[in-house]
């Protein structure tokens, strides 16, 4: 999964710019001529057929992957120039090739490691002072407020927290990955593909999850085939073909993978 980030127990939304933002691989455009205006805490829904380079987009946008035309500001923080500044206040919910639930991990090691990694970027140091049973309950804590954000209620899953997470719905790793994403305090949220494989009935339950937590204050950028019509929309577009864009977005998320 994506590195924890240091965050307050009340995420305060991002505001996203883009201007002519587009990223070039060494065989064509992955996405370019990118507009956007989105006030902190906005839901954005990032659109285009399969293969335009949506996935790029939300990766630059994030600071995961290095523009090459034009530029953009997330919460203040310009690219492509600070994107360790603006990976600092992002996280990522599934995304995949880069990152995703481990199949064969169950839901409460998934809990449990981003617990103790978060803890170790908020303050590893001070920690080391604390009881073993105060650690634990503000661990838990932590949990449960990522997972009631999230809307994920343990109970309601095959074995509790010890279903494996090949065994969950998709729209039960949706939920699990928005919560472990939500467990750092980020400012801005990125998901991919967040509306695959899903009935309409839970996609507009993905929808309902999404304007949550935008409405608490985190800003979401969520990749989708079919957007509601509520969110400020963003379409990707490029001068190429199919074809060529796919190649330009395969190159660009391997150097992602080896970033």
């Known amino acids: 999964m994506d590195s924890p980030h240091t965050g307050?127990?009340?995420a305060a939304g991002a505001a996203v710019n883009a201007v002519d933002f587009g990223l070039k691989g060494p065989r064509g455009w992955a996405f370019r001529g990118v507009d956007l205006a989105?006030?902190?805490g906005s839901f954005v829904a990032i659109e285009g057929p399969s293969g335009s380079g949506r996935t790029c987009l939300l990766l630059a946008l994030t600071g995961r992957m290095r523009a090459t035309e034009g530029h953009a500001e997330v919460g203040g923080l310009r690219l492509p120039k600070k994107?360790?500044?603006?990976r600092r206040i992002s996280a990522l919910g599934p995304v995949t090739g880069v990152n995703e639930l481990d199949p064969a991990f169950t839901v409460a090691e998934h809990l449990r490691e981003r617990a103790l990694l978060q803890r170790r970027f908020d303050g590893a140091l001070r920690s080391l002072f604390q009881r073993p049973s105060v650690r634990r309950a503000a661990?838990?804590?932590r949990i449960d407020a990522a997972l009631a954000a999230a809307g994920l209620d343990l109970a309601?899953?095959?074995?509790g927290e010890r279903t494996s997470v090949r065994d969950l719905e998709r729209l039960e790793g949706l939920r699990l990955s928005v919560g472990l994403a939500l467990m750092g305090s980020p400012r801005l949220l990125a998901v991919d593909d967040a509306d695959l494989k899903l009935s309409d009935a839970e996609r507009e339950q993905a929808w309902e999850l999404l304007r949550s937590v935008a409405a608490a204050g985190t800003t979401v950028l969520a990749v989708c085939s079919e957007p509601p019509e509520d969110a400020l929309r963003v379409r990707v577009r490029n001068e190429k073909t199919k074809e060529s864009t796919e190649e330009g977005a395969a190159d660009a998320l391997a150097e992602t993978g080896r970033a």
Do not use: M
């Open 139 to 141: 661990a838990r804590a």
């Open 38 to 40: 989105a006030p902190a």
């Open 8 to 10: 307050t127990a009340t």
């Open 83 to 86: 994107p360790a500044g603006v």
């Open 156 to 159: 309601t899953l095959p074995k």
